[in-house]
């Protein structure tokens, strides 16, 4: 069994005019950045990466953007599904030197449907220290707005790409109570909701369609209705899934 020390207390909601701690030594940050309206970054997540020793992107162009926007100069390296394996390397390395790294997806909560799930796993098993700083994401996001029931929920982030996968998929969750969301990118939201048709045509779909930016939209209905709608419409931008089964 392994335990956390607790020496993580966060002096700042207890000693509110204190100046807050410094970052701890040896510890990955999991920041959580915006998913689409730059002002949607806490206080501390923008003190993490002003503080940290270096910032682990998904995307460095993204977080340049960013850190750009919140006058933050910091080093970064990039940190994707591609160079993971030695990205984890380097890490663990630099958490043994007792650095301090903030990891950083594209947007919203590392380690929530992206490549940081895999190198967070590793960092536990190494036995260093992991904190989260909280903030956005698009799943947290969409569901209280799409008015579904929020007390059991059943997340499952992106379905596989195949035919086969995404019917051995479906099929699984017929068994699943609460509302079920899924993350589904544009060019396959209205295979998805040929599928709920096809499993669920009772149901009731939301579609939280580019939250928190210019054009967000909530799109409600059955998942025919919905198939109707992008029948004269190409489907664009990111979405949400949620389904409430009756
Ligand atoms: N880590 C992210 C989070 O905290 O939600 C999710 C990363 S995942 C690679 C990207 C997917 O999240 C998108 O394809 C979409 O399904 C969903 N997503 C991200 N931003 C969104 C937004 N602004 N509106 C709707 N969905 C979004």
């Known amino acids: 069994m392994q335990f956390e020390s607790d ?3 966060k002096p700042t909601m207890f000693y509110p005019r204190m100046l807050p701690p410094p970052l701890l030594s040896g510890t990955l940050y999991l920041v959580a950045t915006p998913i689409g309206n730059l002002e949607d970054i806490t206080l ?3 003190r993490t990466l002003r ?3 270096l910032i682990a992107a998904e995307d460095t162009r993204r977080t340049k953007q960013l ?8 080093k970064i390296v990039s940190c994707h599904q591609f160079n993971e394996a030695k990205r984890s390397q380097k890490i663990l390395d630099l958490l043994e030197n007792k650095q301090t790294i903030a990891l950083v997806s594209d947007a919203g909560t590392p380690g929530i449907s992206d490549p940081g799930e895999r190198i967070i796993s590793i960092v536990i098993k190494a036995g260093y220290r992991v904190e989260s700083v909280p903030g956005a994401c698009a799943l ?12 059991e929920i059943h ?3 992106f379905p596989p790409h195949k035919s086969g996968g995404r019917k051995k998929l479906m ?7 609460g509302t079920i969301c899924f993350y589904e990118s544009p060019h396959r939201i209205c295979k998805l909701l040929g599928e709920l048709q096809s499993q669920w045509p009772e149901s009731e779909v939301v579609l939280a369609r580019e939250l928190t930016k210019k054009f967000e939209q909530f799109l ?16 664009r931008g990111e979405f949400v899934v949620l389904v409430h089964r009756p």
């Not at 947290?140 to 007390?151: E, I, N, V, W």
């Not at 099929?171 to 109570?177: G, I, K, R």
């Open 220 to 235: 409600r209905g059955s998942p025919r209705e919905l198939s109707e709608y992008y029948e004269e419409r190409k489907p």
């Open 171 to 177: 099929d699984s969750l017929t068994s699943v109570p």
């Open 155 to 157: 997340f499952v982030g």
């Open 7 to 9: 020496c993580a207390l």
């Open 140 to 151: 947290t996001t969409a569901l209280p707005a799409s008015g579904l029931p929020t007390k």
């Open 44 to 46: 501390r997540a923008i």
């Open 51 to 53: 503080e940290c020793n």
């Open 67 to 74: 850190l750009k926007a919140h006058n933050i100069s910091n």
